[in-house]
Nanobody
Framework: QVQLVESGGGLVQAGGSLRLSCGAS????MGWFRQAPGKEREFVAA????????YYADSVKGRFTISRDNAKNTVYLQINSLKPEDTARYYC???????????????????WGQGTQVTVSS
């Protein structure tokens, strides 16, 4: 069983930065997703077991960076140049599959945190 706990969300002005953290018990392939009110949960970023491979949604490339510290069982999402459209609840997710072609698919993740809210004001 993998337990996930996110932290680091908050209210920030456009152009600002945040770093989200996800404490995970157990090492698995990790991802970040987000869900805005009235919208589907969407893929943001993912990272392999070793941290050597990372994957990003086109909408966040160049602004978001996913990383992990396996010694601390923690995954991070550094978010820079925040935009109002980044406002959403951000969820950490974990899965056992290592198939890279499906990292974008939320249905391949079996474990989810409770989420942390990110609100960007214009």
């Amino acid at each position: 069983q993998v337990q996930l706990v996110e932290s680091g969300g908050g209210l920030v002005q456009a152009g600002g930065s945040l770093r989200l953290s996800c404490g995970a018990s157990g090492r698995t392939f990790m991802g970040w997703f987000r869900q805005a009110p009235g919208k589907e949960r969407e893929f943001v970023a993912a990272i392999s077991l070793s941290g050597g491979s990372t994957y990003y949604a086109d909408s966040v490339k160049g602004r978001f960076t996913i990383s992990r510290d396996n010694a601390k069982n923690t995954v991070y999402l550094q978010i820079n140049s925040l935009k109002p459209e980044d406002t959403a609840r951000y969820y950490c997710a974990a899965r056992t599959s290592t198939t890279s072609t499906t990292v974008f698919d939320r249905y391949t993740y079996h474990y989810w945190g409770q989420g942390t809210q990110v609100t960007v004001s214009s």
